[in-house]
């Protein structure tokens, strides 16, 4: 069953423009995480945040976390062509280590 | 470092056959993943493996899915019967070790199509 869901399911910039994506999940959990999938490869991971951790950086990434609310923001600056991909939050809840998966946001990056 | 290979890339059978995908993950990883992407959604796992041994297989369709991993490195993944439904990219990952902070590294899939 799928844990999370991202808004919006599709996004169309302009190149330098900012990125947000959002990530709704259900149960209570150990961290979140962000990948990214380049059409027709495998899941690149960008980015973990702790259930005890509010903000936090990498680059031109920018991850929230509100664990009252249940919800993660990914947010990606200075937008470029090779940003272009799908991106999916995840979740690690309990004693497992496995990723439970949304249904992802297509980001496109237009020059 | 070399990433997680998986082979092939691409797989076409018809409903009925069977098929199997290969994955090697990186070296020293102990814990190996199974995920099933349907087209338009997330990764769902499959199976987790800790060296040669099954942590979770609980949505792994046991009438037609098995998997093993021989020696706790390399893992196969097989089908038999195929349904039309299994149609699905077949993702592979490893991670160092079982930690829940542990990132996961994917292979680029197999394809599979079900005629």
């Known amino acids: 069953s799928q844990q999370g869901e991202e808004d919006p399911q599709a996004l169309s910039i302009q190149e330098g423009e900012n990125a947000t994506m959002n990530c709704s999940y259900k149960t209570s959990i150990n961290n979140l995480q962000w990948y990214r999938q380049n059409s027709g490869r495998g899941l690149v991971h960008l980015i973990l945040i702790r259930s005890n951790e509010r903000e936090k950086h990498s680059g031109r990434l920018r991850v929230t976390l509100d664990t009252s609310k249940k919800s993660s923001s990914l947010l990606i600056t200075a937008s470029r062509a090779a940003d272009t991909a799908s991106y999916f939050c995840a979740t690690v809840s309990g004693a497992g280590t496995a990723l439970i998966f949304g249904k992802g946001t297509t980001l496109s990056v237009s020059s | 470092e070399a990433g997680v290979a998986q082979s092939p890339r691409y797989k076409i059978i018809e409903k009925r056959q069977s098929v199997a995908f290969w994955c090697n993950p990186i070296?020293?990883?102990?814990?190996l993943y199974w995920y099933q992407q349907i087209l338009g959604q997330g990764p769902k796992l499959l199976i987790q493996?800790?060296?040669?041994?099954?942590?979770?297989d609980s949505q792994l369709p046991k009438d037609r899915f098995s998997a093993e991993r021989l020696k706790g490195v390399d893992s196969t993944l097989k089908i038999q019967p195929a349904k039309l439904e299994d149609s699905a990219v077949y993702l592979c990952a490893s991670s160092l070790v079982a930690g829940t902070d542990q990132p996961q590294h994917f292979g680029d899939g197999t394809r599979l199509s079900i005629l």
């Open positions: 493996f800790q060296n040669n041994g099954v942590v979770d």
């Open positions: 070296s020293g990883h102990a814990t």
